[in-house]
């Protein structure tokens, strides 16, 4: 497979040169019509007080935000420590209780098994817990984390900030709930491959509540979207800003450039992915940790610098949060802000990150559900704070920003800006940083489209091989052109995906509510009856 995967990328060099500078128009118009129609739904405007509107996506994901907390009884508090101490490997042997009973489960008489939970009888995965979570962020964490944040603040002022960390908190609540039902309606192969997602628990889960037609047009739909997600805003976007950054930083000029760039990407990338979620998990179980290391440490080392003006950002954060009339639509404009880009950054309620942690080894689905609650405490509530703190003391310092007038320096220049200001020569620590974000990115993603590519296309390994390629080439692709109607298209097939995702998360609440039961029951037998501080009951 390597070998052919190889010669594909190497057929590319070929074909370098015949990138004429009419192809981005070209794809321009073939994907507008496209683009333009899935965003008219997906950001469908719902007005509200003061001249502003948030996008339909937005409401569903917050509605689903708040109910999940709600339900669940603030998971994302509950079982905060919980989450540390599985990663930790302090449960590592409860994969041994075997017979945790609860009340609404069925007992088999002859085995005395229980009916519900035969499927789940062996300890199946192919990743530890600390491996999927690494998967998970490694798909989240990046340009949204650098370039993201700075847009909310550019947009929304200081204030974002904070609705960016209330959006976080509330999205710790839907990651739990979406990966729990990823791992426990996961399908695992004869070989030991793990399939899951959304679209095996939209499937089966609402087959067993009786929407089994419903349930396998909203898979496919997600499916759908998924792939198209995974070669778009998971692949293209990516490519296409590291040879943006890197021909930044360095100053080239020359027209193949960001093909050469696609083209190494496209090796690295094509290295992982061939070996599955395995390889996957284990590279990015280094990476994740490394490009999050270097990039607090210097966060911490801009902020420990400047520490003088630090009271003065914390006071300026949360009076634009409740009081922003500088800013273009108030307070409910600052929001919007917040929530919006906070919601790119962390997917949660998206359910790509149920695909990644539906790989792991345990027979206990709310292990990992509560293990994956972490995820947007570390992408939002952490990294992204840590960069809006960054921009707001260095523009307290600095005034290169005027807050609301959408003029100046954005994105990834600002956040950028932000750091020279305090670390000169950093622009080149941040080119790598953003060129691993991006890479970590993309690997993760080849690997949430291609489990929706298998199971819109067949479990074959021809497939396989059929998306990896395809994959690949739009690597090349899109680190040689420049992105207009598709980041437009692929930003909103991910967000399409909430859709039929968070139908899903609503229906089956009940089930996962039954899984942390089960889970909680397993916990307490193993600690001999102690309940380590949790409560017994969701």
């Not at 129609?37 to 996506?57: C, Q, R, S, T, W």
């Not at 979570?133 to 700075?150: F, K, P, Q």
């Not at 089994?212 to 490519?239: D, E, W």
């Not at 801009?302 to 949060?321: C, D, K, L, Q, R």
Request: contains cysteine; hydrophobic residues 50%.
């Amino acid at each position: 497979m390597f070998r052919r995967i190889t010669a594909s990328i190497a057929g590319l060099l070929f074909v370098g040169n015949i990138y004429a500078a009419g192809i981005d128009e070209t794809i321009d118009k073939a994907v507008k019509p496209a683009s333009d129609f899935i965003e008219k739904y997906v950001f469908y405007p719902i007005p509200l007080p003061g001249d502003n509107a948030m996008p339909l996506v937005l409401c569903f994901l917050i509605f689903a935000a708040v109910y999940c907390t709600i339900y669940f009884g603030f998971p994302n508090i509950r079982y905060f420590k919980h989450a540390i101490s599985t990663l930790r490997g302090k449960y590592k042997n409860i994969e041994s209780i075997k017979h945790p009973i609860y009340t609404s489960s069925l007992v088999n008489i002859v085995d005395e098994d229980i009916v519900d939970t035969i499927r789940d009888e062996s300890v199946q995965g192919e990743v530890s817990h600390f491996q999927a979570l690494s998967s998970a962020l490694s798909g989240t964490i990046g340009l949204g984390n650098i370039a993201g944040v700075a847009i909310a603040i550019a947009i929304g002022g200081p204030g974002a900030t904070v609705w960016m960390i209330i959006s976080g908190f509330l999205g710790m609540s839907s990651k739990f709930t979406e990966c729990t039902l990823g791992t426990k309606y996961r399908d695992i192969g004869p070989d030991g491959t793990v399939y899951g997602g959304p679209m095996y628990y939209l499937s089966k889960g609402l087959a067993e509540k009786g929407y089994k037609t419903i349930g396998k047009i909203l898979a496919v739909v997600f499916a759908i979207f998924c792939v198209g997600g995974s070669l778009g805003g998971g692949n293209m976007f990516q490519s296409n800003q590291s040879a943006a950054i890197v021909k930044d930083i360095f100053k080239l000029d020359s027209g193949n450039t960001g093909f050469f760039i696609g083209i190494f990407l496209a090796i690295l990338t094509g290295v992982v992915i061939i070996g599955g979620i395995k390889r996957i998990g284990s590279v990015a179980e280094k990476i994740v940790p490394f490009m999050c290391g270097i990039y607090i440490i210097a966060g911490l080392v801009v902020i420990g610098i400047n520490y003088s003006y630090v009271p003065a950002a914390f006071g300026a954060i949360f009076e634009g949060a409740l009081s922003a009339q500088s800013i273009a639509g108030g307070v409910i404009g600052v929001l919007i802000a917040g929530f919006r880009r906070a919601a790119f950054s962390n997917e949660a309620g998206v359910g790509s990150a149920a695909i990644a942690h539906s790989a792991v080894r345990t027979r206990y689905p709310a292990s990992e559900g509560i293990v994956a609650l972490l995820e947007p405490f570390i992408d939002t509530i952490i990294v992204c704070t840590m960069t809006a703190l960054i921009i707001v003391i260095s523009n307290t310092n600095h005034h290169f920003l005027e807050y609301g007038s959408g003029t100046g320096l954005n994105g990834v220049a600002l956040t950028s800006a932000a750091f020279e200001t305090t670390l000169p020569g950093f622009s080149y620590i941040l080119a790598l940083a953003v060129f691993l974000f991006a890479f970590s990115t993309m690997i993760s993603w080849s690997y949430y489209g291609l489990q929706a590519w298998l199971y819109l296309f067949g479990r074959t390994k021809s497939n396989e091989l059929s998306y990896k390629v395809i994959f690949l080439i739009f690597v090349v692709i899109g680190g040689s052109i420049q992105l207009n109607s598709v980041i437009g298209i692929s930003d909103s097939m991910i967000l399409a995906m909430v859709f039929p995702n968070l139908i899903g998360l609503l229906v089956l609440s009940p089930v996962v509510k039954e899984e942390v039961s089960r889970y909680l029951a397993a916990i307490k037998m193993l600690l001999g009856g102690k309940s380590d501080g949790q409560p017994n009951r969701t």
